[in-house]
């Protein structure tokens, strides 16, 4: 006869620890807070569900065109002031430049929503343990951007008053505006405080600054927010300080994400283990003993 041996059993336990022990004690708002792996058919729904509710909502907020071209008017009068009013010298420089204001106009109607998926896509797919938080901090982004578009209508310089701005797609009858000709009135013109195309863009930068492992795609995340800035003021659907208020609103995403994980979303673990079933499937990969959930006996000699 020979002496048994009991062996323990290995896989995501070993792996993580301090997360399977945690996820054993916690209640549920803890495991809430906890990062888990995201499931694909739920970040589907939960990210088509949410930009219906974010254009429904901004859609529905009144379009106070009158009070939208007084505040248009004070802060034009307010960047005067600083010195910093050199929208309207952009908007007509790089209108004169025809490849280069058509490429512009394509660029505001399309990446801000293809880069920001396509960040979100590579979160989920390489940084797990991340995505909830960082998808938190856009979320919450956009959340309080509603409520700066209910509170503060604002007409974007194209559609100032004698202001001399030129409407680029207008003029140069570019696609996919939401901002001018006949989709126009499927959108609120009057909702261009904060910028959202600055807070999604510096969010996707930022992200790919922190996380990329490749220094000239870190070098590009930044790029993108900056030249997103130039564009959004060459096209006159912005003004400066509409960018700062897209800051201050990622600003307060990231506070919301510090708060509920605990730390900032870049800081978590880059991988998590599964849930559920999955949880269960993998333990089964570790061996025969993790998938029986007996102890192995082995003979000695």
């Not at 420089?93 to 025809?98: E, K, T």
């Not at 194209?158 to 009135?185: E, Y």
């Not at 999604?200 to 070098?219: D, E, K, N, Q, Y």
């Amino acid at each position: 006869m020979g002496e048994t041996t009991v062996t323990k059993p290995e896989g995501l336990e070993a792996a993580f620890p301090d997360t399977v022990a945690a996820d054993k004690g916690q209640g549920p708002l803890r495991r809430l807070r906890t990062p888990h792996r995201p499931r694909f058919w739920f970040e589907i729904l939960l990210i088509a569900v949410s930009y219906w509710t974010y254009s429904l909502v901004r859609n529905a907020v009144p379009e106070q065109k009158a009070e939208a071209l007084r505040n248009a008017d004070w802060i034009w009068r307010a960047e005067h002031q600083v010195g910093i009013a050199v929208e309207e010298s952009v908007n007509h420089a790089v209108n004169s430049v025809h490849w280069l204001i058509v490429g512009m106009n394509y660029y505001y109607a399309t990446l801000h929503f293809i880069v920001t998926l396509g960040v979100l896509v590579w979160l989920y797919r390489r940084h797990p343990g991340r995505y909830a938080a960082t998808r938190l901090v856009l979320f919450a982004t956009t959340a309080v951007a509603l409520a700066g578009y209910y509170l503060y209508p604002l007409a974007p310089p194209r559609l100032m008053n004698g202001g001399g701005f030129i409407d680029t797609v207008m003029v140069h009858q570019t696609w996919g505006s939401m901002a001018s000709g006949d989709l126009k009135h499927m959108s609120n013109q009057y909702a261009a405080m904060p910028s959202m195309h600055i807070g999604w863009s510096v969010w996707c930068g930022l992200t790919i600054f922190a996380l990329a492992s490749v220094p000239w795609v870190r070098v590009l995340g930044l790029l993108y927010p900056a030249l997103t800035l130039v564009v959004i003021v060459a096209t006159a659907n912005h003004f400066w300080l509409d960018a700062v208020g897209g800051v201050l609103c990622l600003a307060f995403g990231f506070t919301v994400a510090r708060l509920w994980y605990g730390r900032q979303p870049y800081a978590l673990p880059r991988t998590v283990p599964p849930r559920g079933r999955n949880a269960a499937r993998g333990r089964d990969e570790d061996g025969p003993g993790a998938r029986t959930g007996r102890p192995q006996r082995s003979a000695a000699p």
